[in-house]
């Protein structure tokens, strides 16, 4: 019998469990799956999950923009969770959750922090002072002691896969290890696939958006739909506007895409430098589109799309979630986050490893395009 981080007697007889992860919409597109299993595999549990905010600034100016986080539109909506911890954004805001979580006396509480675990199997033993911590674990060098002394704190440590570069496992294969390790539960490849289940209320905006743009339905049969995400966080995995338009451009060429209408992403404080260089181009059919009112208007709109090409962030994951065909540009570093769907996805690397995806060329694209 596999032997678990957390004994089977003690998951019984609990009532309660703390997750503390630091999340994207990435995260989280293949974690839900996992976090519905446990639940299902432990119902009298009550699951709380405490999202600890990386970029946390006493900058008070960058707090409404945090606050807003997409992501916390679609975990709240999650059945899983009982309590969900957001505001930890701030100093004084984290200081008020760790007061709140201490309050809750979890007998387990489990850190899936993959950025500085050291930091977080602090957070979890200050939270738990006498509960089963587990979290993940780094190899401390000589000169981080302190490393070491943090992970002391922790009772058991989820150990990592080991990688292959022949066979590189996907993202949805780590999180099964760890929660095979944590508990022995066992999430079938069937059951990875990301989901999202949108709002009526989303979907009908959606509608109401694509009529005011002119995109809708009409009796001799729409045209195709196409959705471009060039924007990522980090500049490394952009892809540059001029080459959307570029795109867009030679698409307009083909017979199959001539008359298509295309929406390009744009993140908010992308807005106006996007609206600038698109308009300079005066496409036709083209719309910009930012989900600043809530995470599902994203969902909404992809699921309404006949193609999505996106760089490597949440857009590409999303797509397989409403199952529309996409294609993902990418660069080699980080192949475990390819998109899992391959039926309804194309795959295009940077050329060298220490490429940007800037590297891909509107050629590319072009020639992978149905």
Known sequence: MLQTLIPAESLKKADKMLFITHLALGDFTYLQNFFHAFKRAHPQLKLHLWIDEVRRTSDATQWRHLEKYALYDWVAVCPCFDRIYTRTYSPALYQESLIAARQEHYPTVVSLATLRPHRYANLARSISPDGLVIGMKNLARFYQPHHSLAYRKLDAAILPCRARCDDPQHISDIYAHWFRQISGLEVAATDRLPFVD???????????????WGFR???????????????????????????VT????????QNQWCDSSFIVNAVPQELIQARRVISSYRLERTELFSAEENFFQLPAILAQCDLIISVETAVMHLANAVHVPVIALMRQKNPEWAPIDRANSTVITAPKRRDWVKAITVEQVMKVIP
């Open 198 to 212: 949108i709002p009526a209320q989303w979907q009908q905006v959606a509608q109401e958006q694509l009529s005011t």
């Open 217 to 243: 339905n009409d009796a001799t049969g729409r045209s195709k739909l196409v959705f471009i995400n060039p924007y990522a966080k980090t500049r490394k995995r952009c892809w540059p506007l001029e080459r």
């Open 246 to 253: 570029a795109l867009i451009l030679a698409m307009k060429k």
